[in-house]
């Protein structure tokens, strides 16, 4: 079964961490990279981060220097650890990968991140 499961979300305060993971199936190297997206409330969804099958990473500008974007393929997973949190990071955050060789977008359910002012 091809799918990205998140986990990670929850409430935080102002100046906070978590750290996301994102589970890959059947396994992470089925995808031609993999981002993270967020989208808060009456707002479009936007990317925050990417990384690519050789490791090369691209972020957003609201969030360099204090999100990071990493995978560990013996694991199939990629992770995005936040740090710094601001309360504008609020938002639901959604994995996804581009899959095969058709490069068909998978999305996972989404996690909800919570900062607390």
């Known amino acids: 079964q091809v799918q990205l499961v998140e986990s990670g979300g929850g409430l935080v305060q102002a100046g906070g961490s978590l750290r996301l993971s994102c589970a890959a199936s059947?396994?992470?190297?089925?995808?031609?990279?993999m981002y993270w997206y967020r989208q808060a409330p009456g707002k479009q969804r936007e990317l925050v981060a990417t990384?690519?099958?050789?490791?090369?990473?691209n972020y957003a500008d609201s969030v360099k220097g204090r999100f990071t974007i990493s995978r560990d393929n013996d694991k199939n997973t990629v992770y995005l650890q936040m740090n710094s949190l601001k309360p504008e990071d609020t938002a639901v955050y959604f994995c996804?990968?581009?899959?095969?060789?058709?490069?068909?977008?998978?999305w996972g359910q989404g996690t909800q991140v919570t900062v607390a002012s």
């Open positions: 996804n990968g581009n899959y095969g060789q058709f490069n068909r977008p998978i």
């Open positions: 059947p396994n992470i190297f089925s995808f031609n990279g």
């Open positions: 990384i690519t099958m050789s490791g090369t990473t």
